[in-house]
């Protein structure tokens, strides 16, 4: 397999800056939606990155800032609860994808996207299934988001222990939404994705 198939096509068409995107968080109950955009420079391949849900939590800690030191831009961006809520999970991940693009300082014009949607951008992109498994710049924006996502919710648990952030991250294991039966939600739960656990 070719960790830089897709980078190679994009700059074979004449792009200069290529990124990969991919986010973090669009299932947990709780917890912003992040997104990441990484311009690596060409032909370089970070050893030891994957798709970030193959990776064990200290692996992705520790290639979190050897990405960010290779990386020529990097970009790390969120959707809040309340816009997750306002605009629903799909728009709200688009808005963080499209935050993250316009975050990098160097500008990109070329952007391959993990998934089959394209965010409101102004310059040209793919979708890439699975593109975290394909695209060594879209799995280096997983970790970044990944781990980024995951230290918010370490936070989180300082602030509400008794939901256990640190261990599920956010998302609905069986102790969390216990807990969320129990104590009520939090300012940090999205309020749309708990209807089912009150019915």
Not at 146 to 171: I, N, T
């Amino acid at each position: 397999m070719d960790w830089l198939e897709f980078e190679k096509e994009a700059l074979a068409k004449g792009y200069k800056s290529v990124c990969g995107v991919d986010e973090a968080g669009r299932g947990p109950l709780a917890g912003p939606v992040c997104a990441a955009a990484v311009i690596l420079p060409e032909g370089v391949i970070i050893d030891g990155v994957n798709d970030s849900k193959k990776l064990s939590e200290k692996k992705r800690e520790s290639l979190f800032n050897v990405i960010r030191e290779q990386a020529l831009s990097y970009s790390i961006a969120y959707a809040t609860v309340d816009e997750i809520e306002e605009i629903n999970i799909l728009n709200a991940t688009m808005l963080a994808m499209r935050r993250a693009i316009d975050g990098l300082d160097i500008k990109a014009d070329y952007a391959m996207i993990d998934g089959n949607k394209i965010p409101p951008i102004d310059i040209d992109a793919e979708c890439i299934v699975k593109g975290d498994a394909k695209s060594m710049s879209i799995a280096c924006a997983s970790i970044l988001a990944k781990v980024s996502r995951d230290r918010l919710l370490y936070k989180y648990a300082e602030e509400y222990p008794m939901y256990g952030f640190d261990k599920h991250k956010g998302y609905g294991t069986k102790v969390h939404r216990e807990a969320i039966l129990k104590y009520g939600p939090c300012p940090y739960h999205r309020k749309s994705f708990l209807k089912k656990l009150y019915k």
